[in-house]
């Protein structure tokens, strides 16, 4: 199972992005998605996460300026990001987990897609 990640980039601190993670291979079901990142010489980080029954977890330091969501036809992960903070800055790596169509469990990590926000 592969994931596609995109919609990182530079943007002011107080600005939005959006970014997105597509789930494709020989899947199953997925029963939970979420979005991770790591700051330089920091560890990574949970982000967000969503179960497929709409459960969502949030760290503290992101509460009320992100938002998780899936398209669970597409397979695809999104979190927008509103009031951005030069914190904020790190690579930004989405999960899945689900069963595969040979009905084995799987983890998958995405390439990662960097965040900049500058102050």
């Known amino acids: 199972v592969q994931l596609q990640a995109s919609g990182g980039g530079l943007v002011q601190a107080g600005g939005s992005l959006r970014l997105s993670c597509a789930a494709s291979g020989t899947i199953l079901s997925i029963n939970a998605m979420g979005w991770y990142r790591q700051a330089p010489g920091k560890q990574r980080e949970l982000v967000a996460t969503i179960t497929r029954g709409g459960n969502k977890k949030y760290a503290d330091s992101v509460k009320g300026r992100f938002t998780i969501s899936t398209d669970n036809l597409k397979n695809t992960v999104y979190v927008q990001m509103v009031s951005l903070e030069p914190e904020d800055t790190a690579v930004y790596f989405c999960?899945?987990?689900?069963?595969?169509?040979?009905?084995?469990?799987?983890?998958?990590w995405g390439q990662g897609t960097q965040v900049t926000v500058s102050s």
């Open positions: 999960n899945a987990e689900g069963v595969r169509s040979d009905f084995l469990p799987f983890v998958s």
